[in-house]
């Protein structure tokens, strides 16, 4: 089964590489793609994440990286031939903002979510605040 784990990943955290990591133990592969994120300005370009996005899985054999800078998630599910869609929560507001897009992902492409819960030792980190503080 493939999944994807998109995000912004500006920058990429020990929380990003700690979903990848366990959801690469769950999925015959893992795509993970840098998506676009309107709410977000991207500290490096896309090219630079995913030379971090490589250099983070390099050890993952089951784990490819991608972009999709323009359109709908579920237009790259659908192209890629992907059914899950990976998301790490770090507590209840994570949840709360992810489940409307689980379910919009849902009726739009029958594409599930899975949510993996984010390690307590990392649960404090985000981009947001890695680039507030950089």
Do not use: W
Request: one cysteine or more; proline letters at 4%; a negative charge.
């Amino acid at each position: 089964m493939r999944a994807l784990f998109p995000g912004s990943f500006a920058p990429v955290t020990q929380g990003h590489q700690d979903i990848l990591r366990r959801a690469a133990l769950l999925f015959d592969e893992v795509v993970l793609c840098v998506m676009f994120n309107a709410n977000k300005t991207g500290r490096f370009p896309v090219t630079d994440r995913l030379d971090q996005l490589r250099a983070a899985a390099t050890e993952l054999s089951n784990v490819t990286v991608d972009s999709h800078t323009g359109g709908l998630l579920v237009d790259y599910c659908s192209r890629a031939g992907i059914d899950v869609v990976i998301r790490g929560v770090r507590g209840v507001p994570d949840l709360e903002y992810e489940m409307p897009m689980a379910r919009m992902n849902h009726e739009l492409a029958g594409a599930e979510t899975a949510f993996i819960a984010a390690d307590p030792a990392l649960a404090h980190i985000s981009s947001t605040l890695v680039t507030a503080m950089s």
